[in-house]
């Protein structure tokens, strides 16, 4: 290897290595400038690439190790892990790329040193488009990342190695080193090996989106629990205040009776008034299902005092609805919690009504709530974040769906309504 392929490995190489580490994975470099000295090691490799009896696989395989332990912050465990992936996915890619090369290069007239520069820098790019493409998913990665537990990880590393002995062996045959005889053994292995990749991709999918699901419904539980918490002390308080007016009762009806002997309309107009008030502050609204009433009450405590907010709930729902609690949570928390959002910004007056209706196995149930208009997709979230907001209406359709049931948004004179059908 002479200087000028050793210069040009070296850089394209810990480009691949920086690329892959930060903009990938999220890596943190280290601070101060004792990181830097990682490139001695390369300084070092000129006189021992000049070595021509030197087998030079070694050193440069190592190269990617120093580098990220060295230069990046974190587990060393976690780098091991990390260096073993860089290092077979960065060789399949060049394998690949060199196998494509080659072919072109009895065409084009090039030599050796053309078609290494060519190769390494074809190989950078291709890690440079990854990163612009992947950058804005850094966080995720990195949160999976640290996250991934072993047999994930050995399940990753098998489909990398399975697709390396699949790139290495086209190599081989563009590169005319195997023999006819090698070549249909090879086409065989090769089959084998790509059919044992698909399923090992299949059973990384299904697993991820088992892990999802786990996921989603812990945070759905978790706002179960927290919404039936508080609904559980609104009752209290409710019933605590109840108690309390009817125990005092009495009073108010001799504090009438003397008001009307004395014709004060306006004062009893006043007193009825306050006493409305009362009765607003202990109501608690019952639709059938606690984790829907935990959700409506909620909506009820920030509402209700202000008399320019009409709110209505009709019907009930079933014993037993078709949804799992956590289905439920999703389904009917999300369409209440968008109508509360949107009552907020109705800041002079606001509706908000449900009505439930039964009609023999189907259950009819329809949201409705003043909402301003808003301007291009109905469902599109107005959230800065709108990768981390807006998949509620998703999550509900999917529930729907699921569960063989229909689910319709509309918006027409600023009122927002939300139709759902569920068969029982």
Request: charged fraction near 25%.
């Amino acid at each position: 290897m002479s200087i000028m392929e050793w210069v040009i490995w070296a850089v394209t190489e810990t480009i691949k290595y920086y690329l892959i580490s930060y903009g990938i994975f999220g890596c943190e470099v280290k601070k101060g400038i004792a990181k830097y000295t990682v490139f001695l090691y390369l300084v070092i490799g000129i006189p021992v690439m000049m070595v021509e009896k030197y087998d030079k696989i070694f050193f440069t395989s190592f190269w990617g190790l120093f580098f990220l332990c060295l230069f990046f912050q974190g587990q060393f465990r976690k780098k091991i892990q990390m260096i073993i992936l860089q290092y077979i996915a960065i060789t399949v890619v060049d394998t690949s790329l060199w196998s494509f090369m080659f072919l072109l290069k009895n065409n084009m007239g090039w030599n050796s040193d053309i078609l290494t520069m060519t190769s390494e820098i074809e190989g950078t790019l291709f890690w440079i488009f990854i990163f612009l493409r992947s950058r804005k998913y850094r966080n995720s990665i990195k949160q999976l990342w640290e996250e991934l537990p072993v047999k994930y990880y050995i399940l990753i590393v098998s489909i990398l190695l399975g697709i390396g002995f699949i790139s290495a062996d086209t190599f081989a045959v563009v590169n005319g080193e195997m023999t006819e005889k090698m070549g249909q053994i090879a086409y065989v292995i090769c089959n084998i090996v790509l059919i044992l990749v698909i399923i090992g991709c299949i059973i990384f999918a299904k697993s991820m989106y088992s892990k999802q699901q786990l996921q989603i419904e812990k945070k759905y539980n978790q706002i179960n629990l927290d919404v039936q918490k508080k609904y559980y002390a609104r009752i209290q308080e409710k019933i605590l205040g109840l108690r309390e007016f009817r125990h005092d009762v009495n009073k108010h009806i001799r504090v009438l009776r003397t008001l009307c002997q004395q014709g004060e309309i306006d004062s009893i107009r006043n007193y009825v008034e306050d006493l409305d008030g009362i009765m607003r502050e202990t109501k608690i609204v019952y639709t059938g299902n606690q984790i829907v009433d935990g959700f409506i009450n909620q909506l009820y405590e920030k509402f209700e005092g202000n008399h320019t907010y009409e709110l209505e709930v009709s019907g009930r729902l079933p014993e037993r609805l078709p949804l799992s609690d956590v289905e439920t949570g999703i389904l009917f928390g999300n369409a209440i919690d968008n109508a509360m959002e949107a009552l907020e910004k109705c800041k002079d007056s606001g509706m908000f009504k449900m009505q439930i209706q039964r009609y023999q196995d189907t259950l009819f149930v329809e949201i409705c709530n003043t909402a301003p208009e808003k301007e291009g997709e109905l469902l599109e979230t107005e959230k800065l974040d709108k990768r981390n907001h807006g998949i509620g209406t998703k999550n509900m359709r999917t529930v729907v769906q699921k569960n063989k049931g229909e689910i319709e948004w509309s918006q027409a004179k600023g009122i927002f309504t939300v139709k759902i059908t569920l068969v029982l």
